[in-house]
């Protein structure tokens, strides 16, 4: 399918980059800005697998790097091309099935919670923090250009299960990181 006999091409050189169909944009453009979201939320999620504990977590969230390289070919292909790799509804249903399992196990929250903890949790928190910019970068190109609405469904459903992830990474190792509202305030 995908076959890299040599990493560079020269053809960004002038700022533009090629996309599925074989136009090319602006490297400053909203598509290709959604498009480096995506792919900086996958590897900060690659650091937050490193940091995790092999087992079924890390194995569901191998699945969802796949998925944002999906994505990224999805936000890649403007328009309608015959045969393009789109983002599905089931692959948002699974992402919501993989929230209800992980969310069983958590006792509701009490507070809002700080992005700490170990630092799985913590990794599982920044990445949450990524996806949701690539949600935005995805959400401005959509108020110019078409894009897939599942693409949109799926980064949102990314970062809620992210949230779950990070907050049942912290169960396993001792609990969440309760915002104390006005701690530090004196008077």
């Keep these: 399918m995908v076959k890299l006999n040599k990493i560079y091409t020269r053809t960004g050189d002038d700022g533009s980059a090629g996309l599925v169909d074989g136009s090319r944009v602006s490297k400053a453009s909203a598509r290709m800005a959604a498009i480096g979201e995506v792919d900086e939320a996958n590897s900060a999620l690659g650091v937050a697998i490193a940091a995790l504990e092999p087992g079924p977590l890390a194995a569901d969230l191998r699945l969802v790097q796949n998925e944002l390289f999906d994505l990224g070919a999805d ?13 599905v509804a089931d692959q948002v249903e699974r992402l919501e099935k993989r929230i209800d399992v992980l969310n069983a196990e958590l006792n509701p929250l009490t507070s809002f919670i700080l992005p700490g903890g170990s630092m799985a949790a913590a990794q599982l928190h920044l990445a949450r923090g990524i996806v949701r910019r690539a949600e935005r970068a995805a959400v401005a190109l959509a108020a110019i250009d078409t894009v897939n609405a599942q693409a949109l469904a799926y980064l949102n459903r990314l970062s809620d299960h992210l949230f779950v992830a990070a907050r049942w990474t912290a ?7 309760l915002w104390q509202p006005g701690a530090t305030r004196t008077s």
């Design 75 to 87: 936000l890649a292909t403007p328009g309608e091309v015959e045969g393009a790799l789109r983002i």
């Design 171 to 177: 169960a396993q190792e001792g609990g969440d990181v």
